[in-house]
Nanobody
Framework: QVQLVESGGGLVQAGGSLRLSCAAS????????MGWFRQTPGKEREFVAV???????YYADSVKGRFTIARDNNKNTVYLQMNSLKPEDTAVYCC?????????????????WGQGTQVTVSS
């Protein structure tokens, strides 16, 4: 079992930046593939980015070139740097951990979730 706690959300103007953090309660973060998802009311949870055990990354087309996911296994923390934010990026952002090998990208692939942090981008 691993517990995840997100932080760093807030209100920002369009074009601005935020960095989200996800602190994990495990000393073996390297065992997990880590991802970020986002959700808005009335919509399904949306994949944002994933970082593999090797450090390889993959992004949703909607955030590619603007967001960067990174992991620091020594600090048991995963980050999501969000630049050039747009109003349509407004959502609750959740961190997730997966024990699946390969490149998990759907909610069902991730067994551990944080509570989420709200990101609001004003126009």
């Amino acid at each position: 079992q691993v517990q995840l706690v997100e932080s760093g959300g807030g209100l920002v103007q369009a074009g601005g930046s935020l960095r989200l953090s996800c602190a994990a309660s495990t000393r073996t973060l390297s065992n997990y593939v880590m991802g970020w998802f986002r959700q808005t009311p009335g919509k399904e949870r949306e994949f944002v980015a994933v970082v593999r055990r090797s450090g390889g990354t993959y992004y949703a087309d909607s955030v590619k070139g603007r967001f960067t996911i990174a992991r620091d296994n020594n600090k048991n923390t995963v980050y999501l740097q969000m630049n050039s934010l747009k109003p349509e990026d407004t959502a609750v952002y959740c961190c997730a951990a997966s024990l699946i090998w390969g490149l998990p990208q759907t909610s069902a692939d991730f067994g551990f979730w944080g509570q989420g942090t709200q990101v609001t981008v004003s126009s």
